[in-house]
């Protein structure tokens, strides 16, 4: 056999199965509040936190206290009276015997000891933090990485407090339920675009995992009545990131989609980073339900649009109008006024509507111009937040305030970061990809070097939060960051709930290729491809090693017969915002067709070139 197999439950069903495993173990003991029930880490993916059962003979409310490495550290929640107790812990630290106190209505306590294993090694450590706990307080710093690193959230002294083992992607965001959306870990195509969004709570299980026929990328937006906006793409037309579809959080159906190619030109206003097949660029979504319109950020036009929610009629783009048609800039484009400093953003992320109608952005500031001859070396620029006036009616905007162009290179990332807006003169700004490729600040992203330039490159994130213009915390860690979020662990909506979690949306059909060519019978595939497959609830995933331009298809045969054509071209990546998928060999590639529109037993076929190729495999989809 050269070709391998292997069948990959879904997480949602081996935590389902782990679920009814420690149930089974919980209920055949007497669990009381003096011999308590503990499992670490219940849903196999969030080694920090915990669960504890037990029963009361009366209704009983109870306080869980994790005890710090000093006082400040401690983390404590209260959970409502009930003779039947379920109680999450979070915030264990790693490599350590955790003091656990549990303390009830009735006066009773005990601390129990739950001893943790050590972190792997990408779960990075803190390289320097500055702040105090009565500023930060039991809040935790998430991060999710885009080199290698893992999923973590740190205290207000840098101590890892909780760490993902999945691959997730892309931002974390808390909604209304106190659950956590986040990326999966399920790629569809690389370099980062995943299948969709996880719907997660603390303690690390899955509820729901809506997926998207052409998949998941930078961001995502509750809406007020729940739905949920998720930026995605159309991949067999050529092109992506460049629209945006409304889930039903119920079903997980595409309710709306807004196409941005309706409203924009593809092929003007580049910014040093644009081609034709990522011409936009939509790295950020906010719905204001003030103006009943979308914001939407656009790194590879260096814009910031605005769209009616209903029609998706362009309202506005604020940016640097050089390169757009003149007719563009006379209706959507705004002009600076006001006697300070004005800068427009280039290559920005994390776009937000203030309450007061003001624009909060993340600007990079990559290349910094719009023609090559005016670009900015790295080692002159800046990435700042920056916070605009915008006035619709008169269309003008004026520069109301920023951080970080003071602090020139060493805090310049030429990709990824975000803002966060807490109150009126309180802000976050994570600036997530700053690089040092051979000792200079990198002018493209770091986690584009790959092979023996890997090497060389420095990875820094930086996060600041400034209140009042004083800056209260900042925290460096040794790798990039996509975002920074900062959480509370505990969440009073975020309850505990049984049961097995939900597969919902589609992965939609993929696409065939009709075409077979005459080929000549090669035998076996060669050992030198590396070829296996995986066979997931939902997917056949491809993966093997071929040089650039390779002739590949994949052919399914049984009743009918099924061909899928594998693209070998290597296309260079000009935003590589998520390198966690990235394989070292560039030769990998990785192929998933979806098992929707196919049913009954296949023989697994493949053509190289000119030859097709038993791979000895037949499955059941």
């Known amino acids: 056999m050269t070709v391998l197999f292997k069948e990959f439950e879904h997480i949602i069903d081996e935590q389902f199965r782990a679920e009814q495993a420690f149930l089974a173990e919980y209920q055949q003991g007497e669990h009381t509040f003096a011999n308590p029930y503990v499992k670490l880490n219940p849903y196999l993916i969030a080694p920090l936190t915990a669960l504890i059962m037990f029963k009361t003979a009366e209704p009983v409310g109870v306080t ?26 979070y915030g264990l630290y790693a490599d350590y015997a955790n003091k656990v106190e549990l303390k009830l209505t009735n006066g009773e306590s005990i601390v129990l000891t739950i001893q943790t294993e050590a972190a792997p090694e990408d779960v990075k450590p803190v390289t320097k933090i500055t702040t105090t706990p009565e500023y930060f307080e039991d809040n935790i710093m998430f991060v999710s990485p885009t080199s290698a690193a893992m999923t973590a959230g740190y205290d207000y002294k840098g101590d890892v407090r909780w760490y993902g083992t999945l691959n997730f992607a892309f931002d974390i965001k808390r909604v209304r339920n106190g659950r956590l959306l986040i990326g999966t870990n399920r790629l569809v195509t690389p370099p980062y675009h995943t299948t969709g969004l996880y719907e997660m709570g603390m303690i690390g299980k899955i509820y729901k995992e809506y997926r998207l026929p052409s998949g998941y990328h930078h961001d995502q937006f509750e809406m007020p009545d ?12 050529g092109t992506v990131e460049d629209m945006l579809v409304m889930v039903d959080r119920q079903t997980g159906k595409i309710i709306k989609t807004w196409d941005y190619q309706k409203v924009l030109p593809t092929d003007v206003a580049g910014s ?7 011409w936009f660029h939509n790295n950020a979504v906010w719905y204001d339900k003030r103006t009943n319109s979308l914001t939407l950020s656009g790194r590879h036009q260096d814009a910031i649009i605005n769209l009616d929610f209903e029609t998706g009629e362009l309202n506005w783009i604020i940016g640097d109008p050089e390169g757009w048609p003149q007719e563009m800039v006379d209706k959507y484009f705004f002009k600076p006024v006001g006697e300070g400093d004005f800068d427009w953003q280039y290559e920005q992320h994390a776009c937000v509507m203030l309450p007061d109608g003001d624009v909060m952005v993340l600007d990079n500031g990559h290349w910094r111009a719009k023609k090559k001859e005016n670009y900015v070396a790295a080692k002159d620029n800046f990435t700042r937040g920056v916070r605009y006036h915008i006035d619709t009616d008169k269309m003008e905007i004026e520069q109301v305030w920023q951080y970080g162009k003071e602090r020139g290179e060493e805090f310049f990332s030429t990709y990824i970061s975000n803002v966060e807006y807490y109150g009126e003169g309180h802000y976050m700004v994570h600036s997530g990809g700053i690089g040092k490729f051979d000792g200079e600040t990198c002018n493209k992203p770091p986690v584009q070097f790959r092979g023996e330039d890997e090497k060389k490159v420095e990875f820094r994130s930086v996060t600041v939060e400034i209140k009042d213009d004083v800056v209260k915390y900042e925290m460096e860690l040794p790798a990039n960051f996509y975002r920074a979020e900062k959480l509370r662990l505990y969440c009073a909506e975020d309850v505990l709930t049984f049961g097995k979690g939900e597969l919902l949306g589609s992965l939609g059909v993929t696409e065939e290729f009709s075409t077979i060519p005459e080929l000549e019978n090669g035998g076996m595939v060669p050992e030198k491809y590396e070829a296996k ?46 390198g966690t998928f ?27 070139d000119e030859y097709k190729y038993d791979t000895g495999l037949t499955v059941n989809l």
């Not at 906006?229 to 037309?237: A, F, G």
């Open 533 to 578: 497959f995986g066979l997931e609830a939902d997917r056949l995933i491809f993966k093997a090693l071929f040089e650039k331009g390779q002739m590949v298809m994949v052919l399914l045969e049984g009743e009918t017969t099924h061909s899928y054509f594998v693209p070998t071209t290597k296309r260079p990546f000009l935003a590589m915002c998520v």
């Open 64 to 89: 869980v206290i994790v005890n710090g490495k000093e006082p400040a550290g401690d983390i404590r929640f209260s959970f409502s009276p009930a003779t039947e107790h379920t109680i999450p812990v």
């Open 272 to 278: 040093g980073s644009q081609d034709a097949h990522d």
């Open 226 to 237: 729940g739905n949920l906006l998720i930026c995605t793409q159309h991949l067999p037309r």
């Open 582 to 608: 990235m394989e070292s060999d560039e030769r990998s590639v990785e192929f998933p067709i979806s098992r929707e529109g196919i049913t009954g037993e296949y023989k697994i076929s493949l053509i190289i």
